[in-house]
């Protein structure tokens, strides 16, 4: 009898901006880390509440506005981790 082949699961997670559910590979996640310190994880494995992204600049500009990334990490994000963001945004749209 042949087996089934499994399909690995895709884990997926919400925009904060357009609110689509997309493979987290494809999204940025902001971290607010155990000691209150706000971050980009770019790599997605380190502890702490993470929001995700799009990597849209319409999908950033939308969170910013509506404050939706304070709202999910339930904390105020200084004003460096958005301009980190949009650098990184930036630096995806080159590439």
Same mark, same amino acid.
């Given at each position: 009898?042949?087996? %089934?082949?499994?399909?690995? *699961?895709? /884990?997926?997670?919400? !925009?904060? &901006?357009? &609110?689509?559910?997309? /493979?987290?590979?494809?999204?940025?996640?902001?971290?607010?880390? /155990? $000691?209150?310190?706000?971050? +980009?994880? +770019?790599? &997605? #494995?380190?502890? &702490?509440?993470? %929001?995700?992204? !799009? *990597?849209?600049? %319409? !999908?950033? *500009?939308?969170?910013?506005?509506? #404050?939706? +990334?304070?709202?999910?990490? @339930?904390?105020?994000? /200084?004003d460096e981790v958005y301009?980190?963001? $949009? $650098? @990184? +945004? %930036?630096?995806? *749209?080159?590439?």
């Amino acid at each position: 009898m042949a087996q %089934a082949v499994k399909q690995k *699961k895709i /884990p997926t997670r919400r !925009c904060v &901006g357009c &609110g689509e559910h997309l /493979p987290k590979s494809s999204l940025i996640r902001v971290l607010r880390t /155990p $000691e209150g310190e706000i971050v +980009l994880d +770019l790599v &997605g #494995k380190r502890s &702490g509440r993470g %929001a995700y992204l !799009c *990597k849209s600049v %319409a !999908c950033f *500009k939308k969170a910013v506005k509506s #404050k939706r +990334l304070e709202s999910s990490l @339930e904390c105020k994000i /200084p004003d460096e981790v958005y301009i980190k963001l $949009e $650098e @990184e +945004l %930036a630096v995806g *749209k080159e590439s």
